[in-house]
């Protein structure tokens, strides 16, 4: 009974701040994914003392702990009031000095939206300055200013929930905004200067039937200048998307594509990573992708094209619907990363793709890992009821490769069966692999 | 080792602990059950268990809640856990895997499907990594 007594002491201790009595931030990932099992999205409100850094080099922990507590008492007696009760109030950690305030709801119970934060935002400020108002502050130099911020957070099953909840916080604070500044002055022009110069080229790796080994086709990958940051896609449109450039680069990365499929072996498919903006009719942007096709010498009844179900967002009804506004008689369709994206199987298997490809995460070590065998179980499930297959990706390993395919996967990708390589290497590649033999 | 192997089931649905009861105990293991988190982890400082099935949906303290608080105790950072939920996204099963969870059991359950899982989530345990076969049929 000690032992526990103590060790519940000791929680307490580091989860909840004894000047304020608030909870930290970690004590209320519980409640923020529960609260998301029944919404999209929930407002977040960072709450800032400045200059209290200053404050309490100047005036000592004292003082700085009389302000906070004072943050404390004022945020707490606006929940219910000015903010919406159900509203959650942390302390960014035990003696932070930073506020965060979660709101689920906006007014009438429908999801906050912008305007309704950025007006929270403000009422709280004002709220602030009154409180402080006050003899007992009025000798403070640097003196107090309040600063709030407002972002919305999500539930992305490809992050871990925690940093999902870090990253919405730190976007509230504005320091997210701040440090992305200074990246994109440094990383834009060395990538809009790839993109004016072309300076993509593609890669071409083997997709193979589990049991045969038999080549299914090869998926176009896209690489940036060699040992610059760039060299990988994920790097590329990541920067693209913040520089609005994305459109840009995903042209060039499939004109790269169409012109690398070329010298591959005939008959194989073409697997090709298309944005599914690439695809809208709107802005001539499906015409241009059909003409290049066109004039690329590449069947288009080999192409199947691969969308991330990643691409979803924090919304994935338009995704969805996009996706199958857009599927294409002649092509066949893969949803790429499936299980980390937020569209769900009900919605992928409304869009009725030809192929459901499983992320490397998921296929790492999975002849030792059940709930990933039961992972892929759900999703071969899925595959069959809507007359698809299953490709594996990133697989290492003869291990790896007979449980996917004792699972119901069809096919596999990764380095056990080759490298990424240049077009002209995978002639050669063809030439000496013959059949798996039983 | 001849003793038999004890499972604690968690869920907030009586219907669910007596059919789960009956059916494991006729597979031979020694069935615990409780109605809630709380109990779940009264339960698990007296005495050792070898698998926890658990419930996501509990009101109060819910299944995720309940796993990392159970993890959080040395004693029982090494408890197989299986989830067991009506959901069965994806994103759930991603989810357990992030959290250290053994398993993740949709409901509603197939009996055989129950005994099959656990038993096998309770061979895995029992066998050192190196000896754990390439592959698992009948997944």
Known sequence: MQRLRAQYLKMKSVLYDRVTGLPSLPLFFDKLRTLLDDRKEIGVLHVEVSDLEMVESLYGWQVFDDIVARVAETLRGSLGRELPTGSLLALNGVAGDRFVLFVPEGPDGAEPNNEFLAAACRVVSDKLEQAFDDEAFAGLNPSLCFRSGHARLSANPFYRFERCVYAAVDEAGGDHERRERRRDLSWGEELRSIIRAGDVRTVFQPVVDLRTREVLGHEALARGPRDTLFETPRSMFALSERLGVSQELDRLCWEAAFAGASELPPGGKLFLNVRLESLDSENGRRERFLSALGSSGVEPSSVVLEVSERGAGADPDPFVRRLRACKHEEFELAIDDVGTGRAGLSAIASIEPDYLKIDASLVRGIHESLLQQEVLATLVQLAESIDGAVIGEGIESEAEATTLADGGAQYGQGHLFAMPTEPSAVRLQAARRRPREH | ?139
């Open chain 2, 1 to 139: 080792m001849g003793d038999r192997q004890r499972i604690l089931v968690v869920d907030d649905q009586q219907e669910i602990l007596d059919l789960t009861e009956t059916v494991l105990s006729s597979g031979g293991y020694s069935i615990s059950t409780a109605s809630s988190g709380d109990e779940a982890l009264g339960q698990l400082a007296r005495e050792p268990f070898d698998l926890v099935l658990l419930d996501i949906n509990m009101p109060d303290m819910d299944g995720w809640e309940t796993l990392r608080l159970l993890r959080a105790d040395e004693q029982l950072v090494d408890v197989a856990v299986v989830m067991f939920s009506v959901k069965g996204e994806v994103s759930d099963k991603v989810h357990s895997l992030q959290e250290g969870a053994s398993g993740y059991i949709t409901k509603p359950f197939v009996i055989d499907e129950l005994v099959a899982r656990v038993k096998r989530v309770l061979e895995a345990r029992q066998r050192p990594a190196g000896d754990r076969p390439a592959s698992d049929s009948g997944a």
